[in-house]
C-alpha cells in the first residue's frame, strides 16, 4: 500500500520529465506484484504467482514501448520535457483537434 502511494505521489509531483514520470509507474506495478505474491502465498494458491509473472511481463513490454517513444521524441523534438508534449498531436480523424462528423 506505501508503495503505491508512493507511486502515486511520484507522478503528481514530477511532471518535468517523461522518464522520471514513467518509474512511479512502474513501482506501482511492483506493488501489485508484491500483494498478488503476499495474498497467493497467504491463501496457498498459485494464481497469485501467475498474475505476478503475468503482470512483470506486461511491465517489461511497457518499459521496452515507453523507452522507444522516448527516444523517437527525442531524436525529432530534441528534448522529452513535458511542456512541449502538446506539440505531438496527429492530425488523424480520431485527433483531439477535430471532431467526427456523420
Known amino acids: 500500500m506505501i508503495i503505491s502511494i508512493l507511486g502515486i505521489r511520484g507522478i503528481l509531483l514530477n511532471r518535468r ?3 522520471i514520470m514513467s518509474m512511479p509507474i512502474e513501482s506501482m506495478l ?4 508484491s500483494n498478488f505474491l503476499v495474498f497467493s502465498v497467504s491463501s496457498d494458491d498459485m494464481m497469485g504467482q501467475s498474475f505476478a509473472s503475468l503482470v512483470s511481463t506486461v511491465a517489461a513490454a511497457e518499459s521496452a ?3 522507444a ?4 521524441t ?3 523534438r530534441g528534448t522529452i520535457a513535458v511542456e512541449f508534449i ?3 498531436q496527429g492530425s488523424g ?4 483537434g477535430e471532431r467526427i462528423r456523420f
Open 17 to 19: 520529465n517523461i522518464p
Open 30 to 33: 511492483l506493488a501489485v506484484n
Open 65 to 67: 514501448i515507453g523507452l
Open 69 to 72: 517513444i522516448f527516444v523517437i
Open 74 to 76: 527525442f531524436r525529432v
Open 86 to 88: 502538446n506539440s505531438i
Open 93 to 96: 480523424p480520431f485527433s483531439l
